[in-house]
C-alpha cells in the first residue's frame, strides 16, 4: 500500500529566511503525482505546488519549489523568504490512478511556525 | 479556478440529531467526490469515495449506515451522519477533482465543524 511520511511534526523558521519541509512516499507505481497542501488556522486547504513524477523538471511557484527525487521517493518542499502568512499545517499528499479512479494519500502533515 | 462549496460550516447539535453535509463543485462537473474526516492536529482521513449515480465506497473501518453518503448529481454530493454523538464531532471536509486534464489536483471545500452535545 502506498504511505506518505512526513517526519517533522513541527518546525520553525525566521521571517524571511528559506525552511524546508520534508516527504518521502512508497510506492510501486512509476506514473503518480505529488502536492504540497497549506492549511491556515482557518483549516482551508490550499493548494501549494504539484508535481507530475514523469517530469524531471523540479516544479517552482513563486516562493515554493520542491526537490524531487524518483529514485529516492523524496518530495520535499522548499519556502524562500517565509513570511507569516506562511504560518500553517503542510501536508504532502500523493495521488494515482487505479482501477477505482485516483485517489489521494495525505501525510501526517507538518506545523510550521514563522517567527517574526 | 475550480471552486467546491461546502455547507454549514459548523453546525452545533443535540446528541442523537442527524445531520446533512452538502458538498458542491460549483464550476465543474465530479462523478466523485470525497469525504474527509480531521481530528485536532492530525491529518486527513479518507472516510468514503462518493460515486454519481452508485453507492459510495468506504474505508475499512468506516460504518456505512452511520455516514450515509448520497451522490444525486455531477455537482452534489451529501455526507448525513445519522443519530449523532459526541464522538462524532469533528471537522469533516470534502473534495473533488476536475475530470478534465490529467494530473487535476483535488479541491476542498471549506470544512464543517461538528460538535455534538
Known amino acids: 500500500a502506498q504511505t506518505v511520511t512526513q517526519s517533522q511534526p513541527e518546525m520553525s523558521v525566521q521571517e524571511a529566511e528559506t525552511v524546508t519541509l520534508s516527504c518521502t512516499y512508497d510506492?510501486?507505481?512509476?506514473?503518480?503525482?505529488l502536492f504540497w497542501y497549506k492549511q491556515p488556522p482557518s483549516r482551508q486547504m490550499i493548494l501549494v505546488i504539484r508535481q507530475e513524477a514523469y517530469k524531471q523538471q523540479n516544479a517552482t511557484e513563486n516562493r515554493f519549489s520542491v526537490n524531487f527525487q524518483k529514485a529516492a521517493k523524496s518530495f520535499s518542499l522548499k519556502i524562500s523568504d517565509s513570511q507569516l502568512g506562511d504560518t500553517a499545517m503542510y501536508f504532502c499528499a500523493f495521488m494515482e490512478q487505479n482501477t477505482g479512479g485516483f485517489k489521494t494519500i495525505f501525510g501526517a502533515g507538518t506545523r510550521l511556525f514563522v517567527k517574526a | 479556478g475550480a471552486v467546491v462549496s461546502q455547507h454549514p460550516s459548523r453546525v452545533i447539535c443535540k446528541s442523537g440529531t442527524s445531520v446533512k453535509i452538502e458538498c458542491r463543485s460549483l464550476d465543474f462537473q465530479a462523478t466523485t467526490m470525497f469525504w474527509y474526516r480531521q481530528f485536532p492536529k492530525q491529518s486527513l482521513m479518507l472516510m468514503a469515495t462518493?460515486?454519481?449515480?452508485?453507492?459510495?465506497?468506504?474505508e475499512q473501518g468506516v460504518e456505512k449506515d452511520k455516514f450515509l453518503i448520497n451522490h444525486a448529481s455531477l455537482t452534489l454530493s451529501t455526507l448525513t451522519v445519522t443519530s449523532a454523538h459526541p464522538e462524532d464531532s469533528s471537522f469533516y471536509i470534502c473534495s473533488a477533482r476536475p475530470e478534465t486534464g490529467h494530473n487535476q489536483p483535488q479541491h476542498f471545500g471549506d470544512g464543517t465543524r461538528l460538535s455534538i452535545l
Open positions: 462518493s460515486n454519481e449515480g452508485s453507492k459510495a465506497t468506504y
Open positions: 510506492t510501486s507505481e512509476n506514473n503518480y503525482y
